[in-house]
């Protein structure tokens, strides 16, 4: 079993920062990509940002130059820096990581989610 543990969601001004983070323990023999989705009221799951094991970062368009994700392989961690918030940054925020276990078999998980509201 692998397990995705999120945090760091809540009530934010417009143009404030909230930094997001999702651990991910269990039966675990490595990690791959790790990254942020989010879903609005009413709308599609939608990536924000992803990061390889390597470091390379993909953003969505919306988000690109505002926030930032980041890993701690030792740790099994990723992160997600928020600035410069929006009202229609506000959505639940998801954690997925890509993981080979200790069985052999390679699983995308997802976090529970953590709600993310923009508003003054």
């Known amino acids: 079993q692998v397990q995705l543990v999120e945090s760091g969601g809540g009530l934010v001004q417009p143009g404030g920062s909230l930094r997001l983070s999702c651990a991910a323990s269990?039966?675990?023999?490595?990690?791959?990509?790790m990254g942020w989705y989010r879903q609005a009221p009413g709308k599609q799951r939608e990536l924000v940002a992803t990061?390889?094991?390597?470091?390379?970062?993909y953003y969505a368009r919306s988000v690109k130059g505002r926030f930032t994700i980041s890993r701690d392989n030792a740790k099994r961690m990723v992160y997600l820096q928020m600035n410069s918030l929006k009202p229609e940054d506000t959505a639940v925020y998801y954690c997925?990581?890509?993981?080979?276990?200790?069985?052999?078999?390679?699983?995308?998980?997802w976090g529970q989610g953590t709600l993310v509201t923009v508003s003054s």
């Open positions: 269990g039966s675990i023999d490595s990690i791959n990509t």
């Open positions: 997925n990581v890509a993981v080979v276990e200790t069985s052999g078999r390679y699983r995308e998980v």
């Open positions: 990061i390889a094991v390597g470091g390379n970062t």
